[in-house]
C-alpha cells in the first residue's frame, strides 16, 4: 500500500523476483485496457499482475467486482503454494475486501440500460439531484458526473428500498486477514518530485497519443468511470482545447499530487498498518513486515 508514485511497483517486481509471492493489482485505473501510459501501468518486461487489463475502457467495475475477482486470484496462488502479494491503492478495493456488505444486491441489467437512457436525456448532475434526496450521504460523496456510482447508488436504492449508506453503515466481519504494509514518505517534497518527474515521463512516453486514441474511439464519453482518472480527466480537456498543454501537465501534477495526500490521509486511519519510510524503502526492509 502506499500514495502513488511511492515506489511500490519497483519493490513488488522485487518480491516477485523472489520466486514467493504472485502480484494480484488493488488499481482501479489498471483494470481497464487501453490506459496505460497515463495510469503507469506494469509493462511486459516487469513482473505480471493479476487484475490488469481485464476491462474494456468503456465497461463498469465496482468493488465488489473486484472482491469477488480478487478472492479467486488468492485461492489460486495460495493452491500453487506461493502467497498473494496485494499491489496498489484504491482505498476502496482494500475496504471491499476486509468489509464488504454481501446484502447487496446484483446489478438489474434491463434497469440500468433504463436509467442511462434518461441519464443520455437528463443528465447525470439531473440523477445526482434525485439521489441527493433518498441518499444524501452518498451524493455527497460523488462528482455529479460520476456516472458509475450514481448508478449503483441509485439502482440499490431501487432494488431494496434502502440507500447505500446505510449498508455501508454497520460493517460485517472480514472474510480474512490481511498484513497490511504501507510505504509512506518523511518528506512530502520528495513524492511531489517523483510525481512531477513520472508525469513528465508519461508525456514523454506517448500519453499525448493515448489519449487521442481513446477520444477517438466510438465508445469514448469522457462521463466514463475510466475517464475519471487523474491525468486522464485533466488530459481530456487538454486534448478537447479548454487547456493549454501547460495547463494540463500543470493541472494533472497537482490532481495527482492532491490524490497522494487523499492517499495518506486514508492510510493514517488504517488498522495494524506498518508503515515503511519510502524513502529508504528496501526489499529486506519490507519483508520483514510480513
Not at 449498508?167 to 497490511?180: C, W
Amino acid at each position: 500500500m502506499g500514495p502513488t508514485a511511492c515506489g511500490k511497483t519497483a519493490l513488488a517486481n522485487a518480491l516477485y523476483d523472489s520466486g514467493e509471492y504472485e502480484l494480484i493489482s488493488v488499481d482501479s485505473v489498471l483494470v481497464y485496457r487501453g490506459l496505460d501510459i497515463g495510469s503507469a501501468k506494469p509493462g511486459p518486461d516487469e513482473a505480471p499482475h493479476a487484475l490488469v487489463d481485464i476491462r474494456d475502457f468503456w465497461d463498469t467495475y465496482s468493488a465488489g467486482d473486484f472482491r469477488s475477482d480478487c478472492l479467486a486470484c488468492v485461492d489460486r496462488v495460495l493452491a500453487a503454494g506461493r502467497r498473494p502479494l496485494l499491489v496498489g491503492g484504491t482505498q476502496l478495493y482494500y475496504k471491499a475486501l476486509l468489509d464488504f456488505e454481501t446484502g447487496l444486491p446484483q446489478a438489474d441489467e434491463p434497469w440500468r440500460v433504463a436509467l442511462r437512457a434518461r441519464a443520455e436525456h437528463e443528465g447525470w448532475p439531473a440523477l445526482h439531484a434525485e439521489l441527493a434526496v433518498v441518499d444524501p450521504i452518498t451524493a455527497a460523496r460523488l462528482h455529479p458526473n460520476h456516472s458509475s456510482r450514481i448508478e449503483r447508488a441509485l439502482e440499490v436504492f431501487e432494488l431494496t428500498g434502502r440507500p447505500l449508506s446505510d449498508f455501508h453503515a454497520t460493517p460485517p466481519e472480514p472474510v480474512f486477514d490481511l498484513v497490511s504494509v504501507a510505504l509512506v514518505p518523511e518528506d512530502r517534497g520528495w513524492l511531489h518530485q517523483r510525481i512531477a518527474k513520472r508525469f513528465d515521463l508519461m508525456m514523454q512516453a506517448g500519453f499525448e497519443a493515448e489519449l487521442a486514441g481513446l477520444m477517438d474511439h466510438p465508445k469514448f464519453d469522457p462521463t466514463l468511470t475510466s475517464m475519471m482518472a487523474v491525468g486522464y480527466r485533466q488530459g481530456i480537456a487538454w486534448q478537447q482545447g479548454l487547456l493549454s498543454r501547460e495547463q494540463f501537465i500543470e493541472r494533472g501534477v497537482i490532481a495527482t499530487r492532491q490524490l497522494a495526500k487523499r492517499q495518506l490521509t486514508w492510510l493514517r486511519s488504517w488498522p495494524d498498518l506498518s508503515l515503511v519510510p519510502a524513502e529508504r524503502a528496501t526489499l529486506d526492509a519490507v519483508k520483514r513486515r510480513f
